[in-house]
């Protein structure tokens, strides 16, 4: 399958500082990436969808100041989280897709293999 | 109710068992459906998609009933290494996104 990377694996940081995560496709070009966040035992929640080119899509209760995206090529999409705090302390992974799961088709996402961010 | 709904387990149980997980979602409208498996501190990986007419891969089979709006997985001769968290997704409809179950964890002892 097609791999997606995401650079750091880990972060530690202090309160109050910014950390950009990457998320690379490697060998493919993804038209739409998509942000997720998990805490300890829960699911994966969508943060936002980012479209190459265009401003990402926040899911509701995100707030978009903080968690800055962008998706400046087909083969690279960042996270910054903003002003970091101990909540912020989370697992962050992305998923990129080569289509734009349109009605008549599902196009499969790839996941990266997540950075696990810890705020002080 | 969630979207997505599972028991979180964990099913302990011996190798070469049988188990079963199931699920249930909420969106009458949605359009595929998958088990996704992911190991500690890892990313989720597809495990399978789910059919309407049911399919098997292997050890696993996955079963969907859109009436009930409920998803199995079964896995037969369990082994050490299926030991995991199964996550349970639905895509809604327009294809665009997809939602995770908060997963069932399997615990395969020795």
């Known amino acids: 399958g097609a791999v997606v990377s995401q650079h750091p694996s880990r972060v530690i940081c202090k309160s109050g500082t910014s950390v950009k995560i990457e998320c690379r496709s490697l060998?493919?070009?993804?038209?739409?990436m998509f942000w997720y966040r998990q805490f300890p035992k829960q699911s994966l929640m969508l943060m936002a969808t980012?479209?190459?080119?265009?401003?990402?899509?926040?899911e509701q209760g995100v707030e978009k100041d903080k968690f800055l995206i962008n998706h400046a090529s087909l083969t690279l999409s960042t996270l910054t989280v903003t002003s970091a705090h101990p909540e912020d302390s989370s697992f962050y992974i992305c998923?990129?897709?080569?289509?734009?799961?349109?009605?008549?088709?599902?196009?499969?996402?790839?996941f990266g293999p997540g950075t696990r961010l810890t705020v002080l | 109710r969630k979207e997505v709904e599972q028991d979180p387990g964990p099913f302990n149980v011996p190798e070469g068992a049988t188990v079963a997980f199931n699920c249930t979602y909420s969106n009458s409208a949605s359009q595929s459906f998958f088990w996704y498996r992911q190991d500690c501190r890892k990313e989720p990986k597809l495990l399978m998609s789910?059919?309407?007419s049911g399919n098997e891969d292997g050890r696993f089979t996955a079963q969907l009933n859109r009436a009930s709006q409920y998803i199995s997985l079964l896995i037969r001769d369990s082994k050490l290494s299926d030991s995991a968290t199964y996550l349970c997704v639905v895509n809604g409809a327009g294809y665009s996104t997809l939602t995770f179950g908060k997963g069932t964890m399997l615990l395969v002892s020795p």
């Open positions: 789910v059919y309407s």
């Open positions: 980012s479209n190459e080119g265009s401003k990402a899509t926040y």
């Open positions: 998923s990129a897709r080569t289509g734009t799961g349109g009605l008549s088709s599902y196009n499969e996402q790839f």
């Open positions: 060998d493919f070009q993804a038209t739409t």
